[in-house]
C-alpha cells in the first residue's frame, strides 16, 4: 500500500518548456488535489477533482492544467514554465471532504 | 482578507510541556471544515485533527486537540505533553463549503529538551 506518490521528485525546467507531474493513490479516493507551496505562503489549492474525469479550479488555477482520466490518477500539466512556478507542488487524495493524504512532493525549478 | 491566519511565525516550549498554536479563519459558509497538518523538516504533511463546523464538541485525537470557538472563528491546536519529535511546522487549513481549501502560513514549534 504506497499511498499517494508522485513523479518526479525533483525536476528542473527551461522557462517555456512544458512538464507533467504524475500523482497516484492506491486507496480508491474520489477527490485528489494538486498543491503549491512557497516560502512564507502556506499550501495554496490549484487544481481539484472530485471524481473520475471532473476537475475544477481552486485559488492558484492560473498556468496550470489537469486531467483525470483515471480515478488513480491526477495530472498537473504546465505548458509554458515561467520562474514563478518555482515551487514545491503536492499532491492529496481525500475519501471525501475530510483528512487529506499527501505525497512527498515535487521540487520544480524554473530557470 | 486572509481566509486562514496563523499569527505565530515560530514558537518554542519546554519538553513535556503543553503548547497553544493559534489559528483565526474568516468564512461566510456556515458549513466548513478546519484541520490542522504538521510537516517535519523531512517535507511531507501528516494530518493531525479535524473539527467540523457543525461539531458541537472540541476535536482530540491523542495529545492533540482543538479548541474551537465558532463566535470567535478561531480553532487553536493543544499539544499536550510535548515531545522532541514535536518539532516541525504546523498548519492550519480550512474546507470552505464543498470547493476549496485554504491553508495558513505555518507555525514552527520547537521543543526544547
Known amino acids: 500500500n504506497a499511498g499517494v506518490t508522485q513523479t518526479p521528485k525533483f525536476r528542473v525546467l527551461k522557462t517555456g518548456q512544458s512538464m507533467t507531474l504524475l500523482c497516484a493513490q492506491d486507496?480508491?479516493?474520489?477527490?485528489m488535489y494538486w498543491y503549491r507551496q512557497d516560502p512564507g505562503m502556506g499550501l495554496r489549492l490549484i487544481h481539484y477533482s472530485v471524481g473520475e474525469g471532473t476537475t475544477a479550479k481552486g485559488e492558484v488555477p492560473d498556468g496550470y492544467n489537469v486531467s483525470r482520466l483515471k480515478k488513480q490518477n491526477f495530472l498537473l500539466g504546465l505548458e509554458s514554465a515561467a520562474p514563478s512556478q518555482t515551487s514545491v507542488y503536492f499532491c492529496a487524495s481525500s475519501y471525501d471532504w475530510d483528512e487529506q493524504y499527501f505525497g512527498p512532493g515535487t521540487r520544480l525549478t524554473v530557470t | 482578507a486572509q481566509k486562514i491566519t496563523q499569527t505565530q511565525p515560530g514558537m518554542f516550549v519546554q519538553e513535556k510541556e503543553a503548547v497553544t498554536l493559534d489559528c483565526t479563519y474568516d468564512?461566510?459558509?456556515?458549513?466548513?471544515?478546519l484541520f490542522w497538518y504538521k510537516q517535519p523538516s523531512s517535507g511531507e504533511m501528516i494530518f493531525l485533527i479535524y473539527q467540523g463546523s457543525y461539531d458541537e464538541q472540541n476535536a482530540t485525537e491523542g495529545r492533540y486537540s482543538l479548541n474551537f470557538q465558532k463566535a470567535r472563528k478561531s480553532a487553536n491546536l493543544v499539544i499536550s505533553a510535548s515531545q522532541l519529535g514535536d518539532s516541525a511546522m504546523y498548519f492550519c487549513a480550512m474546507r470552505e463549503g464543498d470547493r476549496q481549501f485554504y491553508f495558513g502560513t505555518g507555525t514552527s514549534l520547537t521543543v526544547i529538551p
Open positions: 468564512t461566510s459558509d456556515q458549513s466548513y471544515g
Open positions: 486507496m480508491n479516493h474520489e477527490y
